[in-house]
């Protein structure tokens, strides 16, 4: 899905800046970061370690309060929309309950909530299904693959059906064959939930492969150096990661980096 | 399961032989002392094992009679004590402040010596059971606060932004995050506080109380060399009060959480 002027905006981000004290000085970590996402896009923030990419999510999630600028999610503050439970984030590490066994671990969101006991079962067979682990459901955590796990966390953050999916760097971790096998499959998903996601990411080919625009910051100091457009026609294969158009949009991407 | 039956088997042949050798060297060394070498009052300094087992079993109704005062002041001294500590423990972790108030009496009251502290509550409370409930439950209090407390801490910073994220209230965070993450903090400071109100209780006894199984280990100890055997009798019993209670606590443990990275497969299932 490309940007049009009849998409309905989803986040919207104007002048965001972030400063971070220390005794000595001053780091601006993100300068006047604007940017609109449309709703059920997926978009990628891309960058080296240092740019404020996390930052950048972190704010939107309401995780972290921007030093100036606004946050507007679906027409609200980022404050109201996370109390009305409208964000589902997957964070770098699993960050699962050992305590708890997948099927709960997927189903704490909806337990916060009330949810009832029959309707959370149900809710934690299709949640498993959607990610293929429903032979794991009562597993403990330590005894699933890192890969495992983060599917895991996918299917928690989508537990509540949220409006948003914020992802940090969710399969840095994994080894690349993972990773690239956890990259479709996550598309698989998005195409049956169409929430909007936001992908934190350092990989170019990650950045390019998931979405439909790739938002590409440069560090020091973390500013929006570019936006590009991912015209690759969905659903997206493997095969894909080899053609010329692929390729070149990497080439595009890399590009467009300043001061690295 | 199939993994602990294994553990445990392989477990139970390397301690059956230490257990036998030990009892063995044991056996020997006493004979020789007293048979060999005629030391003056041996049997009270080693005495021979099967005439401990013989006297334990003679008097075994009196012993699990006494026995059994002890190890129930003892529990519920336990239970209270474990309660408040980790009350304490949750009070310290909700509020900086209260930390700053409380934790520095809980240290102190862990410098007075229980063997002066025992006859103080015993003058106060005049009650022999209470003084040893409230004596186990002195002790349970601190390495239960302690423990939990650290591990109510341990919660990761990314665990409670995802409570966050939900919204979720202090109660749920509390109730879903904190309290099982607390767990084996928990259980390491009742495993450490439980043998020692055994002991607490016991220590009580012996500062003149009418029933428990200190009160019959102080009275062979006067009568001398020639109840010996009984002396050792209650010491052992005393002994397996304390085992009793860390075995009681490890079965809870893993009933409560099963979960924890100690309970887990060698190896793992990856």
Redesign the interface.
């Known amino acids: 899905m490309t940007m049009t002027a009849t998409t309905v905006q989803e986040i919207q981000l104007e002048q965001v800046s972030m400063r971070y004290r220390t005794d000595a000085s001053e780091v601006l970590a993100l300068q006047q970061v604007s940017l609109n996402i449309g709703r059920g896009e997926f978009v990628s923030l891309l960058g080296p370690s240092g740019c404020g990419k996390t930052t950048l999510l972190r704010i939107m ?3 972290l309060q921007p030093s100036e600028g606004s946050v507007t999610v679906a027409g609200k503050s980022a404050r109201e929309a ?2 009305a ?1 409208k ?1 589902g ?1 997957v ?1 770098q ?1 699993p ?1 699962l ?3 708890r066994k997948v099927k709960t671990n997927i189903t ?2 909806l ?3 009330g949810v009832k006991k029959a309707d959370r079962e149900r809710k934690a067979a299709e949640l498993l299904e959607l990610v293929g682990l429903e032979k794991f459901r009562d ?2 955590p ?4 890192g890969g495992m796990q983060q599917r895991v966390a996918i299917a928690r953050a989508l537990a ?1 059906e949220p409006e948003i999916l914020l992802m940090d760097e969710p399969f840095s971790a994994l080894d690349e064959f993972s990773r690239e096998r956890l990259n479709e499959e996550l598309l698989s998903i998005w195409s049956k939930v169409g929430s909007t996601v936001v992908f934190v990411t350092h990989s170019i080919p990650e950045a390019v492969f998931l979405s439909d625009r790739v938002f590409v910051l440069s560090p020091h100091p973390g500013r929006l150096s570019a936006v590009v457009e991912i015209p690759l026609p969905r659903p997206r294969t493997q095969e894909m990661r080899n053609g010329p158009e692929f390729f070149g949009l990497i080439a595009k991407i890399r590009d467009s980096f300043e001061g690295v | 399961m199939r993994g602990r039956t294994f553990l445990s088997r392989g477990r139970a042949l390397p301690v059956l032989v230490w257990a036998v050798s030990l009892l063995a060297l044991w056996e020997l060394v006493s004979w020789y002392l007293l048979e060999a070498r005629h030391v003056p009052l041996a049997q009270s300094k080693l005495p021979y094992v099967h005439e401990i087992v013989r006297t334990m079993g003679d008097y075994a109704p009196t012993l699990l009679k006494e026995g059994r005062v002890t190890f129930g002041n003892a529990a519920l001294g336990f239970l209270l004590g474990a309660a408040a500590g980790a009350a304490l423990a949750v009070l310290m972790s909700a509020s900086k402040r209260i930390e700053q108030l409380a934790f520095p009496y809980a240290i102190a009251s862990q410098m007075i010596p229980i063997l002066g502290l025992a006859p103080i509550i015993y003058g106060i409370v005049r009650d022999e059971k209470l003084s040893r409930i409230l004596i186990s439950g002195y002790i349970t209090f601190f390495p239960v606060a302690l423990n939990m407390l650290r591990g109510l801490r341990s919660v ?1 910073p ?2 409670l ?8 209230k202090p109660w ?1 965070v509390y109730w ?2 904190r309290f ?2 607390s ?1 084996p903090g928990l259980f390491g400071g009742l495993k450490i506080a439980a043998p020692l109100s055994v002991t607490g209780a016991i220590l009580v006894e012996l500062m003149g109380a009418q029933h428990g199984i200190g009160v019959i280990m102080l009275r062979n100890l006067y009568y001398g060399s020639s109840h010996a055997y009984m002396f050792w009798a209650t010491v052992i019993v005393g002994a397996l009060l304390g085992v009793l209670s860390y075995w009681i606590i490890s079965l809870l443990e893993r009933a409560v ?1 099963p ?3 100690d309970f ?1 497969a060698k190896g ?3």
């Open positions: 999630a309401d995780l996370r109390l439970q964000y984030i964070f590490s960050v309950y050992d305590w704490l969101p337990e916060l909530m597993k403990y330590w005894q699933l693959s509540m | 990761q990314s665990a932004e995802l409570m966050h994220s939900y919204a979720a749920s879903k995050l099982p993450a767990l959480s979960w924890q990275p887990r793992g299932a990856r």
